[in-house]
């Protein structure tokens, strides 16, 4: 045992990524849906294990490099990990690891027959994919495990009840299909100018010969095609539909997880790859990001607003949070990263608070429909005060962690000296306001619609467990910071000065 | 040990017990509402004597580096904590007797979230800095839309809508920008005396004053007064204690510790070149008084009296002298216990003779003579006549545009206290005087409420007596 740990320890950035792929063909191949729902909790614990002990030794050594096979970099394939790298690994591991018990729920409602044992293969397979991206130090590597991350995912939104389901998986697997052709395209131009595909190899040679017509290409293919898993203001429009009818506990994942792995592979490309001289200096990325953002916080909300089913209207908001995240990387300087990633974390643990609360009423009710919520304040009163809770942290109000990160997001716009970008940020908390204050006002004061449900379905561990944790974290971070906060900023450092 | 955050959490834990004894042990609620409002009103005198030991900020947490939630004992906010605190258990005892005359089913909610207003509005009182204010600004805000909306009627859905819209508009695209502005151009976010804003042009501090003035909402500066008449939908109680005194005094409250501790006087000074900005609170001042003149209901003409006086605290703040420093904090303890006096009256009218419109008091002063006696007495302290409080709020203020040189204002404060006295004693003169002949024997059968009123009325005279130790502590502040 002794020797084992410290034998582990040097393979850990390789078993994040490969416990879970390698775990997924046994949940189909044993064919128990009860073992493979307890396989993927335990996989999801294994996982946030690792990430915690991946954060421990990058407090020790900044920069863990490991090299698949023992094929040393740039010829083989390199995973590498620095704070920024810990710092999603967390957000999204944590998340999964919560909605993996969520998903235990006994009435997931909109998960239709396709509960079989592969629902929970095509799981693992998705966050084996995410972790994949987050670790490695590889461009081509970046697009596999997009890939597989991809795949699994269309499975996943496939598996909803409803017909339209389908549908949406398919406009999805379109929309993502192109997504990930123009990422592979720009990583195909980056290999044709350089010969190298590892990251910090490439950077270095980008850095030597300067850039020309084809780099520009490769990074305009790039801003296009992550833009659209990211989801960014006006790419985003697979994403409403898919978590509609993705079963709840999918939309869970989903939420926390895929579009902000898509948001860290932006960063990381733009600083690590391409260099933020290139981006921000040569081209006029800052300007690009920022408008597209605010554009997306303003227009946003608006359809929000006007939208008729819950889990829809949850969705745009993700859209318009998408955009704060989007506008503190187009800052481009240190507090406009650390803004982007607090409010990447804070944004994953609100949301994924929110869906749950909202599949809590779903499986009650059977329905998602907005004028059918009436009154369900007082039946529903956990999941209610949940959903309020992370509406007034979307909001951004003092007190809550939406607050914590927009100040941070203020703070930068001002220090970069485009402090008019505080009006347009303010402008957008208002109009989330907006949308979040008309479900409080169905909910709290409009007459019940539908009659309650018999018998009174009580809340099942599975259920009120993980969405305490989630708004246990949320009110703290809320209230102290300085842990988050000094995280990210350090991953922010990191990322700007590699050295020191 | 008692400190400032000792008198905020007291009112927070009063919501704990009454949502825990609930409706079922209805007694116990209503008893530890008024228990819990003693203890608080006990703290808050124990740290009005004490207050030199409180000096020191008191940091309970930091959020980030520079945004501390933290309190602070300083005179202003003694003063404005202490009427409200002095407020709460009389007005608990009034709320008790008139939620259970009006027969509502919510009692537990009511009380509870009542706390949690008068709670938030302590926190603003002690906030030791701009980031403390706000999230207890905006926890008001939050907390009390569930009591305008208590009837949830279509009416009070849509007023609720109203208040939270402006509100939260002014808060967040103003209030907290001007927050933000503060927080990366000035020195601190804290409040101290002299003012933060050293390094501010006088350009930039104007725009930074307007975004103060409107932004904060609650003060119901026009155009953004349109808020407090429509949550008159709620109980009379909410009317009585928080939009007459928590709500909007907050509101009055934060501009006036803003322009004494953020700007102070000498970057105000710089400001006042434009005169225009002092005639802001004015226009609203006879505007407002104007409008009440001409409402029938009695509690939206008391609403936008209230829209008035909250101008005349706002103008005192923006003439950046002493006296009228003063003049504005007497101005938030006088007319707190005049107008909640009014609010009370009007709650007693509505529930004892199941009247709400002025043309109909006509000889109901011979049944309600206690109800009507305290809203004369109210009146003359609202319009600021003798024996009564008002009258010291008002010569300060006065003195005040004097000292600015001011002549045109002095008079809008003179014009204004006019239309006051004409539109707030129609209705006790109506009511002993018009009509007389109708006999509905005695009304008033509910002692708690009469109580209240008479006891407000009656420390509206007592304040008369009282004023120079109140202006005494305002004077300690060092500008």
């Known amino acids: 045992m002794d020797s084992l740990i410290p034998a582990l320890e040097n393979h850990l950035p390789i078993l994040q990524v490969i416990v879970p792929l390698l775990i997924a063909p046994f949940c189909m191949i044993l064919g128990s849906r009860r073992l493979a729902r307890g396989i993927m909790v335990l996989t999801a614990g294994i996982m946030l294990a690792i990430t915690l002990g991946l954060a421990s030794l990058t407090l020790q050594q900044p920069v863990i490099t490991y090299d698949l096979g023992g094929w040393a970099a740039p010829w083989g394939i390199e995973y590498r990990v620095d704070m920024l790298t810990v710092f999603i690994l967390f957000t999204i591991n944590l998340v999964h690891m919560l909605a993996s018990v969520f998903c235990l729920g006994r009435q997931d409602g909109n998960l239709g027959t396709a509960a079989r044992p592969a629902f929970y293969t095509a799981w693992l397979l998705c966050i084996a994919g995410l972790n994949g991206m987050v670790v490695t130090n590889d461009a081509f590597n970046v697009f596999v495990f ?51 595909l590892n990251i910090s190899d490439l950077s270095r040679v980008i850095a030597e010969r300067g850039s020309d017509r084809t780099i520009i290409l490769a990074l305009a293919f790039f ?23 993705a079963p709840d506990s999918v939309t869970v994942l989903l939420s926390g997880t895929a579009t902000k792995v898509a948001l860290y592979v932006l960063i990381r490309f733009l600083h690590d790859l391409f260099g933020a001289d290139f981006g921000f200096a040569e081209m006029p990325l800052d300007m690009v990001l920022v408008v597209t953002a605010i554009f997306g916080l303003l227009l946003v909300p608006f359809i929000a607003l006007r ?194 | ?38 203890v608080n009103l006990a703290v808050l005198i124990v740290i009005a004597l004490d207050r030199g030991s409180h000096a020191e900020a008191q940091v309970l947490l930091e959020t980030l580096p520079g945004l501390r939630i933290a309190f602070h004992v300083e005179p202003l906010g003694l ?26 089913e919510h009692r537990t909610r009511f009380h509870a979230l009542f706390c949690v207003a008068v709670g938030s509005a302590m926190g603003v009182a002690f906030a030791e800095n701009l980031f403390t204010l706000f999230l207890f600004y905006e926890i008001l805000t939050f907390s009390t839309w569930p009591l305008v909306t208590h009837n949830r009627t279509p009416e009070a859905v849509s007023a609720g809508r109203v208040y939270l819209g402006v509100l939260l508009t002014t808060s967040v695209l103003m209030f907290l920008l001007a927050v933000v ?45 349109r808020w407090l008449p429509n949550a008159m939908v709620a109980p009379a109680p909410v009317s009585a204690l928080l939009h ?61 009296s209230t829209v008035s006086q909250l101008s005349y605290i706002v103008l005192g703040a923006l003439l950046a002298n002493q006296l009228a420093m003063v003049g504005s904090t ?57 024996p009564t409080g008002g009258l010291w709020s008002k010569w300060y203020l006065a003195m005040g545009t004097l000292e600015r040189g001011q002549m045109g204002l002095l008079a809008v404060l003179m014009v204004s206290s006019l239309l006051n006295l004409y539109y707030l004693t129609a209705i006790p003169f109506r009511a002993f005087f018009l009509g007389g002949d109708v006999d509905r024997g005695f009304l008033e059968n509910r002692a708690s409420m009469v109580a209240a009123l008479v006891t407000t009325a009656a420390i509206s005279v007592l304040l008369f007596f009282f004023a120079s130790d109140l202006a005494g502590l305002v004077t300690e502040i060092k500008t």
């Not at chain 2, 003035?213 to 007064?225: E, S, T």
Request: with cysteine; proline share 4%; aromatic share 10%.
């Open chain 2, 79 to 104: 003063i404005f904590a202490l009427t409200a605190g002095l407020l709460w258990p009389v007005t608990s005892m009034y709320a008790i007797g008139y939620m259970e005359a009006c027969r509502d």
């Open chain 1, 307 to 500: 939208e008729s089913n819950l889990k829809r209207m949850f969705a745009w908001s993700s859209v318009a949070q998408v955009s704060y995240i989007v506008m503190g990387i187009g800052l481009g300087t240190r507090l406009g990263i650390e803004a982007a990633l607090l409010h990447l974390f804070n944004h994953a643990i609100v949301k994924t608070a929110i869906f749950m609360a909202v599949g809590i009423i779903i499986a009650r009710t059977g329905t998602a429909r907005i004028r059918h919520l009436g009154g369900m304040a007082h039946r529903h009163r956990f999941a209610s005060c949940i959903m309020l809770f992370g509406g007034l942290s979307l909001i951004g109000l003092p007190g809550t962690v939406g607050f914590v990160s927009k100040w941070v997001l203020v703070t930068a716009v001002v220090d970069k000296g485009w402090w008019w970008l505080a009006i347009p940020i303010l402008a957008g908390s208002l109009a989330s306001a907006a949308y979040v204050w008309r479900i409080v006002e169905i909910m709290w004061t409009k007459p019940a619609v539908l009659k309650p449900e018999a018998p009174a379905a009580r809340l099942h561990w599975v259920e009120w467990l993980p969405l305490s944790v989630l708004a246990g974290l949320a009110l703290w971070f809320g209230l102290n910071a300085s842990l988050i906060t000094g995280l990210a900023s350090s991953a922010a450092l990191g990322l700007l000065n590699p050295g020191g």
């Open chain 2, 181 to 225: 502005v503060v927080g990366n151009f000035g020195d601190t976010l804290s409040f101290r005396p002299g003012g933060v804003l050293g390094s501010l042009g006088p350009s930039a501090t104007t725009v930074l004053l307007l975004l103060f003035v409107f932004g904060i909402g609650k003060a119901a500066v026009m155009p953004f007064h």
């Open chain 1, 146 to 196: 997009l890939e597989i991350s991809s795949l699994a995912t269309y499975t996943l939104i496939s598996c909803g009840r409803e017909p339209l389901a389908l549908l949406s998986a398919f406009r999805y697997l379109v929309a993502g299909a192109v997504g990930a052709t123009f990422i592979l395209l720009s990583i195909g131009l980056l290999y044709m100018q350089t010969g190298t």
């Open chain 2, 330 to 386: 007497l101005h938030i303890t006088m007319h707190a216990f005049g107008k909640i006096t009014l609010f009370f009256c009007a709650g007693a009218i509505m529930v004892f003779a199941n009247k709400k419109y002025v043309s109909e008091m006509n000889g109901l002063g011979r049944a309600m003579p206690w109800t009507f006696g305290a809203f004369l007495v109210a009146s003359l302290s609202i319009c600021g006549l003798p």
């Open chain 1, 223 to 245: 801003i296009i095609g992550v833009g659209v898993k990211c989801a960014v203001f006006p790419l985003h429009d697979w994403l409403p539909n898919a978590y509609r009818f």
């Open chain 2, 244 to 304: 007459a005194v928590a709500v909007v005094k907050a509101g009055v409250f934060s501009i006036l510790k803003i322009s004494v501790y953020t700007f102070g006087f000498d970057s105000l000074e710089s400001v006042l070149r434009h005169e225009l900005i002092m005639w802001i609170p004015a226009v609203t001042i006879l505007l407002a008084s104007t409008i009440a003149m001409k409402q029938d209901d009695i509690k939206a003409r008391l609403a936008y």
């Open chain 2, 1 to 38: 040990m008692i400190t400032p955050a000792t008198a905020v959490f007291i009112p927070f834990l009063g919501a704990i017990l009454v949502v825990a004894a609930g409706n079922r042990a209805s007694r116990l609620r209503n008893h530890s509402l008024v228990a819990t409002g003693c």
